[in-house]
């Protein structure tokens, strides 16, 4: 495997960190297909040279701190990790929503929009979760940055999305992938099938972009190398090798992730609906378990900020919008969608978390493994980069 991070996978990253970015990825793809004024921040272009159609294809939950986890059960996985695999950052928060986003746009989530699993929308109580968002709002209006899949297509490229049928029109495949043809497929062998027919399908500049989510999901539910976690994995293992099997000789492949995982013990779980200290003042509660958006009452700032402060201690950092802003790690937000990000921000520290039992989905509280904050284990993702 490639040189690891030189930080532990709990350690706090700051938005300077490390070098590529997940936002680097689909610009300099294009860059490699000769797209006019895409950047090549990742330097793909001398090492795919000749190189005319490219497959995109984004494992949720491969987190790069799970490749050595992943290794026993997924060889080609593993093998293609120490020879072609190099972490790049994937942004916060570290959730599926903002990370899909960010990828297709390449740009980082001021701009874009989709700053959380859940945000308020501003100007009212309304809690928006991006995995279940039709079309209000209007993904046009709500993500207004040009996808880089629409820049490709316009410069003449035959660009396809690959995805689970139930996400063909949703908002979110409509804020992260517009500008692509859709094709429904369920499951590693049917991402595989229909990725390969796309790629070879034109005899033209060519970009297909995937995406498989069942990694992701047995974590959630069952742990990180847990029996069914490892399943996934071969899975995901069996995919990768299908890919790299029926590259075009004009191909490549490049596999990322939008964040990894951790798994939260009982005892470090906080629950804003059973604390009564924890709900005073706060209007309206956003953003997931490990990086939550607290919206609160007329003049409740500091009380909320400090109640929250007292009763989480270590387990979090509790900052104002404008403190968290100023990080950087959202890069310039505009003023329209700065109300989307709390009043108040609470990121977990450690494998904390702060669940939500009576507010949110059912499920939510009972999972397993979570992602969303800035620790190292959760922002730093794969990129392998495989030529035909």
């Not at 709990?10 to 936002?23: D, F, I, M």
């Not at 996400?167 to 429904?184: E, Q």
Request: hydrophobic share 45%; glycine share 12%; aromatic share 4%.
């Amino acid at each position: 495997m490639s040189d690891s991070p030189p930080v532990a996978p709990l350690a706090v990253l700051g938005p300077q960190h490390g070098g590529g970015r997940l936002a680097d990825v689909l610009p300099s793809a294009l860059a490699v297909l000769g797209v006019p004024g895409s950047a090549d921040p990742l330097g793909l272009v001398s090492a795919l040279a000749g190189v005319r159609r490219i497959a995109v294809l984004l494992v949720d939950g491969l987190g790069w701190y799970q490749l050595p986890t992943a290794a026993p059960y997924a060889p080609t996985l593993a093998g293609l990790a120490a020879t072609v695999a190099r972490p790049i950052i994937a942004g916060f928060p570290s959730t599926t929503p903002t990370s899909l986003v960010t990828l297709g746009t390449g740009v980082a989530p001021g701009a874009h929009g989709v700053l959380g699993f859940t945000v308020r929308v501003p100007g009212t109580d309304r809690v928006l979760t991006h995995t279940d968002w039709a079309a209000d709002p209007s993904p046009l209006h709500w993500q207004p940055v040009p996808t880089q899949l629409e820049r490709a297509r316009a410069a003449g490229v035959t660009v396809t999305v690959v995805s689970r049928p139930e996400f063909g029109g949703s908002g979110l495949t409509l804020a992260a992938n517009r500008g692509g043809d859709f094709r429904g497929a369920a499951g590693g062998e049917a991402v595989a099938a229909a990725m390969l027919a796309a790629l070879a399908a034109g005899p033209g500049p060519t970009l297909v972009s995937g995406y498989h989510a069942d990694l992701d999901r047995h974590g959630h539910v069952s742990g990180v190398d847990s029996a069914p976690w490892r399943v996934a994995a071969t899975e995901v293992d069996a995919l990768i090798a299908r890919l790299v099997d029926g590259l075009p000789p004009d191909a490549a492949l490049l596999v990322t992730a939008d964040h990894g995982q951790l798994d939260i013990p009982a005892d470090h779980r906080f629950d804003l609906d059973t604390d009564p200290r924890l709900r005073a003042g706060v209007r309206v509660v956003a953003g997931e378990a490990r990086v939550r958006y607290l919206h609160v009452e007329e003049g409740a700032v500091d009380d909320v900020r400090a109640a929250w402060s007292e009763v989480l201690g270590a387990a979090a950092r509790v900052r104002t919008r404008d403190e968290v802003v100023a990080t950087g790690w959202f890069g310039p937000v505009p003023e329209e969608h700065l109300g989307r990000i709390g009043d108040v921000v609470v990121t977990c520290n450690d494998t904390y978390a702060v669940m939500a039992s009576r507010t949110e989905r059912p499920m939510a509280s009972k999972l397993v493994a979570y992602h969303g904050s800035d620790t190292a284990a959760e922002l730093t993702v794969p990129l392998l980069v495989v030529r035909g």
